[in-house]
């Protein structure tokens, strides 16, 4: 089955700083990969994904990239702010083509943002 | 709309103790999902249904059981708690028809404690 590897665990910056997380997958047929963000007592609240047929997508301060041969994609968060700081988690599933909309999660990565 | 809401939000059981973690969703998705989530271990897959009626197993489903009766209610079941069931558990859903459309809404979790 699918394996998703997710670095770092922790991440410490200053307000202001920019953060990066990254994430492998093992199956090539994964072709969904979204990011979820979770606050302190609270459930997992998708903020952006990207689909395997687009490379870079951005909202505001955030970013994903996707390099499918290296089978890898990022979570970039620029210019970040306090109410940034939660745990981070990556996932990816086959979607339609692949037979399996459940994802495979990876297992997170703990944001802090210092004033 | 309520979302995905899970009740109790807290729970203590002893070992042995049998309890039902309750779900519900009123946005008439068709995938529901129960993970678990233990401290730096990310979201594990317990049981998922992919509508009324159909139930699977997902990574760990050991010491188990769901049912899936209505398209809204997905409750899960510990029959003999065990301390190793300790962890937060996680109800989610999504409206999956093959399409665009695997973002997963997450309830806000129930901290169960097996003593």
């Known amino acids: 089955g699918e394996n998703v590897e997710q670095h770092p665990s922790t991440l410490s910056v200053q307000e202001g700083d920019s953060a990066v997380i990254k994430c492998t997958y093992s199956d090539s047929a994964s072709n969904y990969f979204p990011w979820y963000k979770q606050e302190l007592g609270k459930g997992p609240q998708l903020i952006i994904d990207?689909?395997?047929?687009?490379g870079e997508k951005k909202d505001q301060r955030i970013a994903v990239t996707l390099n499918k041969t290296a089978k890898h994609f990022s979570l970039h968060i620029t210019e970040t702010q306090p109410e940034d700081s939660a745990v981070y988690f990556c996932?990816?599933?086959?979607?339609?083509?692949?037979?399996?909309?459940?994802?495979?999660f990876g297992r997170g990565t703990s944001l802090i943002v210092h004033p | 709309n309520a979302g995905v809401t899970q009740t109790p939000k807290f729970r203590i059981l002893k070992i042995g103790q049998s309890m039902t973690l309750q779900c519900a969703q009123d946005?008439?998705?068709?995938?529901m999902y129960w993970y678990r989530q233990d401290p730096g271990m990310g979201l594990k897959l317990i049981y998922y249904?992919?509508?009324?009626?159909?139930?699977d197993k997902g990574e760990v489903p050991n010491g188990y059981n769901v049912s899936r009766s209505t398209t809204e209610d997905f409750p899960l079941r510990l029959e003999l708690a065990a301390p190793s069931q300790t962890s937060v558990y996680f109800c989610?859903?999504?409206?999956?028809?093959?399409?665009?459309?695997?973002?997963?809404?997450f309830g806000s979790g129930t901290q169960l404690s097996v003593l």
């Open positions: 249904s992919v509508g009324a009626g159909i139930t």
């Open positions: 990207i689909r395997s047929n687009v």
């Open positions: 996932a990816a599933s086959k979607g339609r083509a692949g037979g399996s909309y459940i994802p495979t």
């Open positions: 989610a859903s999504s409206y999956t028809t093959g399409g665009n459309d695997e973002k997963l809404f």
């Open positions: 946005m008439n998705h068709n995938y």
